[in-house]
């Protein structure tokens, strides 16, 4: 992601698909209003992938200072609201939240103090703090203003009725205000808003936790993602961790703002890792909720669950092999767990493996697949630490060894293995000839990223040989020390001695080079 206009500001630079939910990212940035001039400014968001380019072109008005103030108030309320879920979740005491947020409130009337929402918020939390003399003045002096425009503004409205009952303390005084808003929300004027009153005034849904999360659902559906709304819910989960019967797009919100706070508790995080069990595809957000649940609490259903979903994804990139060591270290009891230790090991892998993996494919090395030479070259490096293993998989190496030889087959783990293993009585009529091939087998690398084959000529062979380069890498045939090497690039294009390469001899050794030359002649 990349930007035009210095006025954009704090945004993520790199997107993968573990920042997806499903099909959608919600992408955040600021505008820092410093860097605006006067009139209309432009920029651009442009994110780029190896595809295609999308630019999102962005225009801001700097005219009005009117604008300005608005910005300033809704930065104050998303503060209160960041205050709130802080006091909500217990990281901050109540004199704390209380003094933060009417400072943040004090902020705001000074650019806005025409605004009677900013006078309940005042006095909501002055009541909090037993002020009743200062909240009973602040409800006062915007009541009238209220209830004269009361069906102009319902939000207002109600929220004005809910604060007074705080004031009052008064039942029936509760229960009317109760009443009034519930008719409102069940008649036409379902905001959300209007509901978060009601899960703090209405007894209903504190006694029946399942219809305050299904009403709260309902508000997701029509476009609600307030985090005020996702506490709500995760409070009920956390409470009642059964309630939690699917993952689908509204839990999977509530569980990320939850792990984002760090406020899910044990049951519910086991409760999710065994929905996550049921899971049959990789969902990356669901992922790192588990990953951050895993490192909160240590738990091996947590583990079992994040392996088993990553396996199910077929995920065998390296940054994932830590979760598959960390389940055989923990000893976890999931399906193909030892295939994927080995497929996600990174190649500069120098540790010893686990006795269980090695006891494993001693008996099923036929799943190895193309970790097969990999695999093995770690077996033959390690036979100094591990002499029992090696002894034990002698006859494995010596069998896998002579196959790839007929299929005169080498790569860089090959070569380890064929170093260690190959010997002169197994040299064969059916062999030799590709052990010459072997023997003059070369790695070519070229970091140049627009070549796409190589191709060698050779004065004493008809024709020319082309060899794919794959992630920068070729296995190529050389005979002779006059061979001409060529790169193509992409469009077609051939070097020659003018792009950098680099030759490596995969497997040198001039004793049975001279016995495969001899018994051909």
């Not at 001039?37 to 009005?64: P, R």
């Not at 659902?217 to 699917?246: D, I, W």
Request: with cysteine; proline share 1%.
């Amino acid at each position: 992601v990349s930007t035009e206009g210095d006025f954009i500001t704090d945004y993520k630079d790199v997107i993968s698909e573990e920042d997806f939910a499903g099909n959608n990212y919600e992408f955040g940035y600021l505008i820092n209003i410093d860097r605006l001039h006067a009139g209309m400014n432009f920029g651009k968001i442009i994110f780029t992938t190896m595809s295609q380019k999308i630019e999102c072109v962005i225009s801001v008005d700097n005219v009005l200072e009117h604008d300005i103030s608005e910005h300033e108030v809704k930065k104050c309320i998303a503060e209160l609201n960041s205050q709130y879920l802080n006091f909500r979740m217990h990281k901050h005491g109540i004199d704390n939240w209380a003094e933060e947020s009417l400072a943040a409130i004090e902020r705001a009337r000074g650019f806005r103090d025409d605004l009677p929402f900013l006078k309940l918020l005042q006095a909501q939390i002055c009541i909090s703090k037993r002020r009743d003399e200062n909240a009973k003045w602040l409800i006062d002096s915007v009541a009238e203003e209220i209830l004269d425009k009361k069906e102009e503004d319902i939000v207002l409205y109600c929220y004005y009725l809910y604060v007074r009952t705080l004031q009052k303390r008064e039942l029936d005084q509760t229960i009317l205000a109760t009443e009034i808003i519930k008719k409102y929300y069940e008649n036409g004027y379902d905001k959300w808003e209007l509901l978060w009153i009601l899960l703090y005034i209405d007894t209903s849904y504190e006694n029946n936790k399942s219809l305050k999360l299904t009403r709260i659902k309902e508000q997701f559906k029509l476009g609600c993602h307030s985090t005020l709304m996702y506490y709500e819910a995760l409070y009920v989960l956390n409470k009642q961790p059964g309630l939690l019967r699917v993952i689908n797009r509204f839990e999977l919100q509530v569980l990320n703002f939850g792990s984002k706070y760090d406020a899910i508790d044990l049951r519910l995080a086991v409760q999710i890792s065994e929905l996550a069990l049921l899971e049959k595809n990789f969902r990356p957000l669901l992922f790192n909720i588990l990953v951050k649940l895993y490192i909160k609490f240590e738990n091996k259903v947590i583990l079992s669950s994040i392996i088993s979903i990553l396996i199910r994804g077929n995920k065998t990139e390296n940054k994932y092999f830590n979760w598959y060591a960390l389940g055989i270290t923990a000893d976890i009891q999931v399906t193909r767990l030892y295939e994927y230790y080995i497929y996600s090991m990174p190649e500069e892998f120098s540790g010893i493996i686990p006795n269980t993996v090695l006891m494993y494919y001693i008996y099923n090395g036929n799943l190895l697949l193309d970790k097969e030479a990999f695999f093995y070259s770690i077996i033959v490096k390690n036979k100094e630490r591990q002499p029992n293993v090696y002894k034990n998989y002698r006859k494995s190496l010596e069998h896998f060894v002579l196959d790839k030889l007929r299929r005169g087959e080498i790569d860089k783990y090959l070569s380890i293995v064929y170093s260690d293993i190959l010997s002169e009585g197994m040299i064969t009529d059916e062999n030799e000839k590709s052990l010459i091939r072997v023997l003059n087998t070369w790695q070519l690398e070229c970091a140049d990223d627009r070549i796409r084959e190589v191709i060698v000529k050779h004065k004493e062979i008809d024709g020319e040989q082309v060899f794919r380069l794959v992630k920068g890498i070729a296995y190529v045939n050389i005979y002779t020390d006059d061979a001409i090497v060529l790169l193509k690039d992409l469009h077609g294009n051939v070097y020659h001695n003018t792009v950098e390469y680099k030759l490596i001899r995969l497997f040198d050794n001039k004793k049975l080079g001279e016995i495969a030359i001899a018994r051909n002649e």
